[in-house]
């Protein structure tokens, strides 16, 4: 299906973006109370915006430190407002933002680029799918959308857009179990990243990044568990003697 600006055409201004500047990644706004949207699709967005060699978004755990400097609490949901100030501190050109809603049985996904300064849309998509298996394909199409509105070439884009469901995995729920594992990774809880890395990639085959991640955080684990018993073996021959 086709993506519609529904009316917001005239208030659209053309690219303003350059391979030097940085775009923030706003929070999903999920308005259709169905948790397995919670994260799952800011990741899925920033996966497929990550193949664009124009594009540089502004790393997650970066976003994180500067809340912590606004006096914020680090795990804050980065709203609208909140990623303005977060981009004005940083010198970040554009903030993304993205809802999805519902209208009758479909989803309706959104996605709007806001100049950080002056608040005006610089791009702005927005597309429904049918039914949630459809929910990730629609932002697949919607992130390419919005690639060739900031400014990114239709040559690169062709060249570097693999579909979501290569790029990353088709199944929401093995979208939605990696979101949940680099959460937990992100705040130092490796050992209870694991479980959700491992369902991701038994659920969704081409979560590659999580695939990655587990096995590196498997050996991490191994290795902290190794040296626990060595350091506890040593412990004891210490004190037998």
Do not use: W
Not at 4 to 16: C, M, T
Not at 129 to 155: F, I, N, P, W
Not at 158 to 168: G, H, L, M, R, V
Not at 222 to 238: F, G, I, L, M, T
Request: glycine residues 6%; charged residues 25%; contains cysteine.
């Amino acid at each position: 299906m086709a993506s519609y600006r529904y009316g917001r055409e005239s208030r659209v201004v053309r690219p303003v973006l350059t391979n030097r500047d940085t775009i923030l990644l706003a929070d999903f706004a999920n308005d259709t109370g169905e948790t397995v949207f919670d994260n799952t699709l800011k990741h899925g967005l920033a996966m497929q915006l990550s193949q664009s060699p124009y594009l540089n978004l502004f790393p997650e755990e970066r976003a994180r430190e500067t809340l912590k400097l606004m006096e914020r609490p680090q795990e804050q949901k980065i709203t609208r407002e909140i990623g303005r100030e977060i981009c004005q501190r940083r010198g970040i050109k554009a903030l993304l933002t993205g809802t999805i809603s519902t209208l009758g049985r479909n989803y309706v996904i959104t996605l709007e680029a806001v100049n950080s300064q002056s608040g005006e849309t610089i791009a702005y998509q927005q597309t429904e799918a049918e039914s949630k298996e459809q929910v990730l394909k629609a932002l697949g199409r919607a992130s390419t959308a919005m690639r060739e509105q900031l400014g990114e070439s239709l040559a690169s884009i062709s060249k570097f857009d693999a579909p979501i469901e290569q790029a990353t995995t088709s199944s929401l729920e093995a979208l939605k179990d990696f979101a949940v594992g680099v959460e937990f990774r992100r705040k130092g809880l490796y050992a209870q990243s694991i479980p959700p890395f491992q369902r991701a990639s038994r659920t969704g085959r081409r979560v590659c990044t999580g695939l990655f991640a587990t096995r590196k955080l498997l050996s991490r684990h191994a290795e902290c568990r190794a040296r626990q018993r060595v350091s506890k073996a040593s412990v004891r021959s210490y004190v037998s003697e």
